[in-house]
């Protein structure tokens, strides 16, 4: 546009020149003579006006380049700081589940330890239940028996006792 612009001045400058400058050996003609039109300085204008707006165009489409970008490196940035953040977290939860990994394994081993020991207890359980079981079965007849243990204990002792007096 600025070429143009440049263009025309110079034609229309060159037109205007060359009209006043210069002098004819012929008579002139009686038809109109070619000048520059008056409406070229609305045209010129007009080219100046879109220069001038081309321009305040462009510092626009800078201003808003350089603030899409500053926008651009801060979002960058964010990300990164983001992914860095959550590639922490990653590390601490695989850390974490690793430890839970380790807890679970020991907690099964323990569970199977107990289950077991509950087993053997449970067993033993049984076989003093059957033990006691044949303690009250038998305590009648055990009880008896000692009764009358004693009872003979006593007579054999009445009877030795009874010969030392006879004796």
Known sequence: LK???????????????KSAGSQRQTPPVPQMEYRPSKGASGVM????????????????????????????EQMIANT??????????????????????????QAQSDHADTEAELEGLAKYDGDLHQDCDYLLKNFDVRQTARSQEIEALQQAKQILSGAALSG
């Open 3 to 17: 070429k143009a612009l440049d263009r025309l001045a110079k034609y229309y400058d060159f037109a205007q020149t």
């Open 80 to 105: 990164n700081d983001s992914v860095n953040a959550l590639s922490q977290e990653i590390l601490a939860k695989r850390k974490a589940h690793g430890k839970a990994h380790k807890d679970l394994s």
């Open 45 to 72: 204008e007009l080219l100046e006006k879109l220069i001038t707006d081309a321009r305040i165009l462009m510092n626009d489409a800078k201003t808003s380049e350089n603030n899409a970008q500053t926008a651009y």
